[in-house]
C-alpha cells in the first residue's frame, strides 16, 4: 500500500552505539530541509510542515551487515495531532500520521533493538519537534 505522505522523516540507529536511556547512536532526518526544518541528523529535530500534513516515520540500521532490526513501537501523542490522534503503525514497519493543528509541540518516538536473539532488547526515546504552519 502506497503511503500518502508528503512528510518523511527516517531516524537512522547506529546499533553498536545504542544503550538504553541514551540518545547517542541515533540520528533522525527528513525532506523538509527547504521549509526550514534544522537539527537534521540529531534526535532533536525540528521538523517544519504546513497544517493538514501527512508524515511518515521510518526507523533504519545504519550497519547493513547486522541482521538487527531497530523498530519503531510507538510515536506520542501532541496537540499538533488535533482530533485525527496520534500517528499510528502502517503494518510496514513505518507510522503514519497527519498534523491537524497549527503551533510548536514535541512529541515522543520509542524505538525498540534487540541487539542478540533472546535478549530484552533496546528501548530508545526521544522527543524531536514539529513546527505547523
Wanted: proline letters at 4%; hydrophobic letters at 40%.
Amino acid at each position: 500500500m502506497a503511503s500518502s505522505a508528503t512528510v518523511f522523516i527516517q531516524i537512522w540507529v547506529d546499533i553498536n552505539a545504542i544503550q538504553n536511556g541514551s540518545t547517542r547512536g541515533v540520528y533522525a532526518v527528513d525532506n523538509r530541509v527547504g521549509a526550514g526544518s534544522t537539527n537534521e541528523g540529531t534526535p532533536n529535530l525540528l521538523t517544519q510542515v504546513t497544517n493538514g500534513s501527512t508524515i511518515q516515520w521510518n526507523v533504519y540500521n545504519i550497519d547493513a551487515t547486522s541482521t538487527v532490526v531497530p523498530t519503531l513501537t510507538a510515536i506520542g501523542n501532541a496537540n499538533i495531532w488535533g482530533a485525527g490522534g496520534q500517528p499510528q503503525a502502517d503494518g510496514t514497519g513505518a507510522f503514519v500520521g497527519q498534523v491537524q493543528a497549527t503551533g510548536q509541540d514535541a512529541y515522543q518516538v520509542t524505538i525498540n533493538a534487540q541487539k542478540q536473539p533472546g535478549s530484552a532488547g533496546i528501548t530508545i526515546n526521544f522527543d524531536p519537534s514539529m513546527a505547523v504552519k
